[in-house]
């Protein structure tokens, strides 16, 4: 599988600033996800990260707030805008590795750990 | 609502016994499973993916599914201490995201 590297690893934010979050795969892949995971909860999919075209955003998640970029095959940024304590979790890149079947399962980065002050 | 259930444990069971986790899903039409091992404050690692009615080995490791009945488990043969984790389950329906349970804690003990 593929090596996905996230960053930063961790962070702590003061209220209404916001973050971008670098997902960057060592090989091209052909769909990438971006995933909260509240604490003590499973994880939720934010948005499909499109490459060259606006993410797909999953119910309760809008553009403004969580705006996605995806420039190319191997890397696309989530930033959390405006963000307020109840943004604290983990959020998880994942990626679908090899021929464009979605049934392929998908593999995660490190995530990164967001804390709001 | 398409839905996967776990039980969320926390599931012990003593070092060298055999830990059963279960999952049902709720989409008759979904092809592929995914379990997922999390340990405390790390992100979600693929163990075992199946696809067919039936069982699938890999190590310790067995996953059973059965399309019919709906539901898929995976088996941890000779449980170690280190096993002791949140697992996760997926189910990828035909048309529809990958949908993820909300886990079953594990917790073995020596």
């Known amino acids: 599988s593929a090596v996905i590297s996230q960053k930063p690893s961790r962070d702590i934010c003061q209220r209404g600033t916001s973050l971008t979050i670098q997902c960057q795969v060592d090989?091209?892949?052909?769909?990438m996800f971006w995933y909260r995971q509240q604490p003590g909860q499973s994880l939720t999919l934010i948005a499909t990260?499109?490459?060259?075209?606006?993410?797909?955003?999953e119910s309760g998640f809008v553009i403004d707030k969580f705006p996605i970029s995806r420039p190319n095959l191997t890397f696309s940024t989530l930033t959390v805008s405006n963000m307020s304590p109840e943004d604290s979790s983990i959020y998880l890149c994942?990626?679908?590795?090899?021929?464009?079947?979605?049934?392929?399962?998908?593999?995660f980065g490190d995530g990164t750990r967001l804390s709001i002050l | 609502q398409k839905e996967v259930e776990q039980n969320s444990g926390p599931l012990s069971v003593p070092e060298g016994a055999i830990a059963s986790l279960n999952c049902t899903y709720s989409?008759?039409?979904?092809?592929?499973f995914f379990w997922y091992r999390q340990y405390s404050g790390k992100s979600p690692e693929l163990i075992m993916s199946?696809?067919?009615?039936g069982d699938k080995e890999d190590g310790r490791f067995t996953a059973q599914l059965n399309k019919a009945s709906q539901y898929v488990s995976l088996l941890i043969r000779d449980s170690q201490p280190s096993d002791s984790a949140t697992y996760l389950c997926?189910?990828?329906?035909?048309?529809?995201?990958?949908?993820f349970g909300t886990g079953t804690r594990l917790q073995v003990f020596p």
């Open positions: 994942s990626v679908v590795v090899g021929q464009s079947d979605s049934n392929q399962p998908q593999h």
């Open positions: 090989s091209q892949v052909t769909m």
């Open positions: 990260a499109n490459q060259g075209s606006e993410a797909t955003y």
């Open positions: 989409d008759r039409g979904s092809q592929s």
């Open positions: 199946i696809y067919s009615n």
């Open positions: 997926a189910v990828k329906p035909p048309t529809d995201k990958l949908i």
